[in-house]
């Protein structure tokens, strides 16, 4: 499984043959000045939710890849009036079986709008194959709910927002990924704006004295997880 970065929550998983996007908010984000949006190569676009920071790329970048979009089903709406018709509507609690292995939408706890207009359910999704389980965990505040993750899937790699303000800080991404049962974390939703802006030594320090490891990964990087 391999992931490359674009800054705030975007970020390119290749898995199992397929390229998917999640959230793309690149083009105004001064961190990720260096990436060409035009140059980005996708199947899939998984989309949390409609806050702008999360859906503002969505669109050019459908329309140039031809990829099919996956959100809850109020966004096929929007989408539809932008000129875009491959979408695969879910919502909170659905699964489905894609190329790049079983995906569930899944419960998050946060606001869903675009220029004042209701987008659905704000949500995270669930990747599961025979090879790794994948949770990336959207936009949300630390839930109870995060408990029945780990007992249904054995998640090895989980990407939660970790910056606050908006979303639950790092130490309430800590006692998420106790709750799912992970210790391999990937960092999201932090620094982009001034509210959100973290320590990252001091952070990853935290992690370490629990007995896990947070990635940091720099924009336009590509790592591999196991």
């Known amino acids: 499984m391999h992931i490359t970065y674009f800054g705030h929550s975007c970020f390119l998983l290749e898995t199992r043959g397929s390229k998917i996007l ?3 908010y690149i083009s105004v984000n001064e961190l990720a000045k260096d990436i060409d949006i035009n140059q980005i190569k996708c199947d899939f676009i998984a989309v ?7 859906i503002l790329d969505l ?3 459908a329309k140039n890849t031809g990829a099919q979009v996956i959100g809850c089903f109020e966004l096929g709406e929007y989408l539809e009036e932008n000129g875009i018709t491959n979408f695969h509507g879910m919502n909170v609690g659905g699964t489905f079986d894609f190329p790049f292995g079983t995906l569930q939408m899944t419960i998050a706890q946060h606001s869903n709008s675009f220029n004042g207009r209701y987008m659905g359910a704000a949500g995270g999704f669930v990747i599961s194959s025979d090879e790794e389980t994948f949770f990336y965990a959207g936009d949300t505040a630390l839930t109870y709910d995060f ?3 780990a007992q249904k899937f054995n998640i090895t790699t989980a990407a939660l927002p970790i ?3 908006f979303t639950m800080d790092y130490k309430d991404a800590l006692l998420a990924s106790d709750f799912i049962d992970c210790r391999q974390i990937i960092a999201l939703h ?3 704006f001034p ?3 973290v320590n990252q030594e001091k952070v990853s320090t935290y992690y370490k004295n629990a007995g896990k490891r947070i990635h940091f990964m720099q924009i336009g990087q590509n ?3 196991n």
């Open 59 to 61: 669109v050019p970048i």
């Open 147 to 149: 408990k029945l993750l």
């Open 48 to 54: 949390s939710h409609g806050h702008e920071d999360h």
């Open 195 to 197: 509210p959100i802006r």
């Open 190 to 192: 932090y620094d982009t």
């Open 223 to 225: 790592k591999e997880f």
């Open 22 to 24: 999640f959230d793309p």
């Open 163 to 165: 910056g606050g303000n």
